[in-house]
């Protein structure tokens, strides 16, 4: 074997390991998510899959019981794609309209309001989580899913991301539009949103998958098991763990890979599209 | 900026209206209410408030344990992001050297940039679980007494929450570095392969180089989940509070503000790490970013 | 159709600097105009204004009887092929061409048969149903022109419009734009920075320069007698040969600058420039072009009609006629040639 050969061999092996280590926690958790919890506790984590899949998935969708007395699994994926959705769509809307007065006008606060945008960048929600905790309590949007998602909305990377691409469009075309004699919102409805549709369909792939693993937010947002979403749910799972005598490691290993599998169903099919949105997305 | 625009017309503000709304509803307000209760003292029932100057910024930064978190959490986060990046840096590299395979490989390397940093914590844990976790077994077998403890033991305790949080992150890395790979001119790739025989100093004197902006730009963003994002791992790894001294900043601003229902420091702490950010901000602007060749 | 008048348009971007200076010019009815001048010369924003892309700082447009100043884009009644096309990507080729007809509330049939009306004459008939992306450069440019064309605009304005285009297409669309224009008697102004198409599409050229007016004619006229030192350098390729008035006597005072074409050097004639030697020679078939100096070090170029018998190096004496030379004064005006 030549040397270039044994070049790529070794490089084959690097790759192998980098998807081993990324692949085999997981892989892990859903193996051993099919085994009964006693079996679990006396013999340790498992890579095989067993036969219990069917059982533990029905039983942590349909039941209110052990950690999670008050909801299902099934309720709490509801909430988190409401959540997902709800965000990234409302990301969308309010960033696509921000970004095209910025970029099409030319008015005398557009400067003011752009760096107002512009410092939502620096201070993420975790430093003034206290306050916002306020003052969604105050506005009395505690356990709802307004308050759930209008807080996450308010940063500007949608917005940001939505500039950049009205800037890359050539000007000869408002130009043209503007002798086809469209007005603003005419060039906004009839130009810009088709043009930016593959735009539209990247960010709203990114920006659920943010939504959906929100983590901190709902912790605050939700005292009532309503609006737990399965994201936070494994936090509850963690904590009753600790408290009971069989710990149900299997349906929380369930409960693990519910919350994985529409993010990463979402970013495995829509690949292209979702690199296209992460590139663009945070410069 | 654009050289042609609609004229003067009220549409523009209609249509950041609701954008500012909720940037002032949900960010101007609270980020003003943290400055202004920073400079309170209400007691734990919230009954009385007594306007007490920069009390709670002395208290903070002359609290030993504070500074501790504040160290801790800096050395946590150049790690991870370091780390995170130099893994994915090695996997893009093999990848984009693979021309054809490469997207074989890609989404393997790709999938994992859709866990929670929650779930990220809830499966460290159960790795290094004392009861079922392979990787306690593992790190305890080499001495017959447990000496890697995570749930006792701050460092131990580092160590699961930093390959948690690098796990989860490589593959967001690996993205940013695949593109900007790409973005090389091959043409430049193969002029320096007539220049220079030796595939590591080609790497290191001009890969690398032209790699700088998303190097820079990953720093930038890496450093921001290392503080920020892994409150998920930490808070789903220790559900009733980390081993003390494994706790970062945004942690301790949730316990000191809930747990311990002290919103003047809590307060206090959120306006310090605004200015810890926006100062990181300005010198990664300001500094790292000029010695960057953007081509 | 109409008569487009500007009349003393005057625009700057930043203070100080004039984009367009004081530039009045009367375009005829079914007249093909070519604004014509090196990138930065105004002509572009002057088209724009036209366009009511831009506003002039001073001075009126008017076409016909109709002032458009204040008037906005879409109520000029004009139309405008763009350099880059500027189609819109996610619509059809007939989406494209329809857009400013359903803008105006054009019924559905009417829009239709102008559409397809414009499709015929442009041979896109075939392609009505694709996006720009699935067309060819020539193909677009067509469907920038269909554009235009089914608005039925009272002017048409070019800009730069075959500058994307590779050689061999740029002769066949200057060739179509023209007899289009022609045969559809529209008033047109066409913006360009390529001499050839100035000159072979228009009836009447502006030369511009930084902002200003420098010449207005018909491009043999312009070519003939330029007015200025800088319209005698731009138009023409090779390029005019500038000469010290020191070497040919008997010239006025005042004369700083003396120009002569290429093909006016000749062997024999009145006036003798001196002794050339030959640096290179360039044979394109129906005419030779010979690069060399003066024995003074003064560069020349040369063209003869048709082959040649020299070669590098040779060298013979390099004349005149009088007529053919161009005086300018210092300010670049053209000065009278009293030689002739």
């Not at chain 1, 969708?61 to 990234?88: D, H, W």
């Not at chain 3, 608005?151 to 669309?173: C, G, H, K, Q, W």
């Not at chain 3, 003939?224 to 005698?232: D, G, L």
């Amino acid at each position: 074997m030549n040397r270039l050969h044994r070049y790529q061999l070794a490089d084959h092996a690097i790759l192998i390991l980098g998807i081993l280590f990324l692949v085999t926690p997981l892989w892990v958790v859903f193996a051993s998510s099919t085994y009964p919890a006693e079996y679990l506790i006396r013999h340790g984590l498992q890579v095989i899959p067993g036969d219990q899949l069917v059982e533990t998935y029905w039983s942590v969708l349909t039941e209110k019981k052990g950690f999670t007395e008050q909801i299902t699994a099934a309720r709490m994926l509801l909430n988190s794609m409401i959540l997902g959705v709800g965000f990234a769509i409302g990301k969308i809307a309010i960033s696509m309209t921000a970004a095209y007065a910025i970029v099409y006008f030319r008015f005398p606060l557009g400067t003011f309001l752009f760096w107002v945008i512009f410092s939502t960048l620096l201070l993420p929600l975790e430093v003034r989580i206290i306050p916002s905790y306020k003052v969604v309590a105050d506005l009395g949007l505690l356990n709802s899913y307004t308050g759930l998602i209008v807080p996450l909305i308010a940063s500007a990377t949608g917005t940001f991301f939505f500039r950049q691409f009205f800037r890359s469009v050539p000007e000869e075309v408002l130009e043209a539009a503007k002798l086809d004699g469209a007005g603003p919102i005419k060039f906004f409805i009839d130009i810009l949103m088709p043009l930016s549709k593959t735009m539209m369909a990247a960010l709203f792939i990114i920006m659920f998958v943010v939504g959906w693993n929100q983590y901190l937010w709902p912790l605050l947002m939700t005292t009532n098991d309503d609006y737990v979403t399965i994201v936070y749910g494994i936090k509850q799972v963690m904590q009753n763990l600790d408290e009971s005598r069989i710990p149900e490691y299997n349906r929380g290993f369930a409960l693990a890979v519910l919350a994985l599998l529409p993010p990463i169903g979402i970013v495995l099919i829509f690949q292209k599209m979702f690199i296209k949105g992460l590139l663009e997305s945070d410069k | 900026m654009k050289r042609v625009h609609f004229g003067h017309s009220p549409i523009p503000y209609v249509f950041v209206l609701p954008q500012m709304l909720i940037i002032g509803v949900f960010f101007l307000w609270p980020s003003f209410e943290a400055f202004r209760l920073s400079f309170f003292l209400e007691d734990p029932w919230g009954l009385s408030n007594q306007f007490v100057w920069f009390d709670n910024y002395w208290d903070v930064i002359s609290d030993e344990n504070y500074r501790a978190v504040f160290f801790s959490t800096v050395i946590f986060s150049a790690v991870v992001a370091l780390l995170s990046i130099i893994l994915a840096l090695l996997f893009a590299v093999k990848v984009d050297g693979l021309l054809r395979l490469s997207s074989t490989y890609r989404p393997f390397l790709t999938w994992s940039y859709a866990i929670a940093p929650a779930v990220a914590g809830l499966i460290a844990r159960f790795l290094y679980s004392p009861q079922i976790g392979p990787l306690y077994d593992f790190l305890n077998q080499f001495s017959t007494d447990t000496w890697f403890e995570p749930r006792l033991d701050a460092m131990d305790a580092w160590l699961v929450l930093a390959s948690g949080s690098i796990w989860k992150q490589i593959s967001v890395n690996f993205v940013f570095l695949v593109a900007g790979l790409q973005a090389i001119p091959r043409n430049v790739l193969e002029a320096s392969l007539l220049d220079n025989p030796n595939g590591f100093r080609r790497f290191w004197s001009i890969t690398l180089p032209l790699l700088a902006p998303t190097l820079f730009f990953l720093l930038v963003i890496n450093i921001s989940y290392a503080v920020f994002e892994t409150f998920g791992v930490i808070d789903t790894v220790y559900p009733f509070g980390p081993p003390s001294g494994a706790q970062t900043l945004v942690y301790k601003v949730y316990v000191d503000g809930f747990k311990g229902a002290d919103l003047g420091g809590s307060s206090a702490q959120s306006v310090i790490l605004m200015v810890i950010v926006l100062l990181l901000t300005v010198v990664q602007f300001r500094y790292i970013e000029k010695r960057v060749h953007y081509t | 159709m109409a008569t487009l008048i500007l009349s003393d348009i005057c625009k700057s971007f930043q203070a100080g600097s004039r984009a367009v200076d004081s530039v009045s010019i009367e375009v005829g009815d079914g007249e093909f105009l070519a604004l014509l001048g090196p990138s930065g010369c105004g002509k572009s924003t002057l088209l724009r204004m036209i366009a009511g892309l831009e506003v002039q700082d001073s001075g009126s447009i008017a076409l016909d009887q109709d002032v458009l100043d204040g008037v906005p884009p879409a109520k000029r009644d004009v139309a405008m092929v763009f350099q880059n096309y500027a189609l819109y990507p996610h619509m059809t080729v007939f989406g494209n061409m329809a857009y400013a007809l359903k803008n105006r509330k054009v019924p559905k049939e009417s829009i239709r048969q102008r559409v397809l009306e414009a499709a015929e004459l442009l041979r896109l008939t075939d392609y009505l149903d694709r996006k720009p992306m699935q067309l060819s450069g020539g193909q677009r440019q067509r469907v920038a022109m269909g554009r235009a064309l089914v608005r039925e605009p009272r002017i048409f304005l070019f800009d730069e419009p075959l500058s994307n285009l590779d050689a061999s297409l740029r002769a066949t669309m200057r060739l179509e734009i023209r007899q289009l224009q022609r045969r559809l008697g529209i008033t047109s102004v066409f913006v360009t920075h390529d001499q050839i198409e100035a000159m072979t599409m228009a009836d009447r050229l502006v030369v511009m320069n930084q902002g200003r007016v420098e010449q207005i004619g018909t491009p043999l006229d312009v070519y003939r007698n330029p007015q200025t030192s800088f319209v005698a350098g731009f138009i023409g390729s090779p390029a005019i040969n500038r000469l010290d008035p020191a070497l040919i006597p008997g010239l006025p005072s005042e004369c700083v600058e003396v120009c002569i074409r290429p093909e006016h050097l000749q062997e024999t004639g009145e006036v003798d420039l001196g002794l050339f030697t030959i640096d290179l020679i360039e044979e394109l078939g129906s005419e030779t072009i010979v690069y060399g100096a003066l024995s003074g070090g003064h560069a020349l170029t040369i063209r003869i009609e048709g082959v040649h018998t020299k070669s590098i190096g040779d060298t013979f004496n390099v004349y005149c006629e009088a007529k053919d030379l161009l005086l300018f004064d210092h300010a670049g005006a053209r000065l009278a040639n009293t030689a002739s």
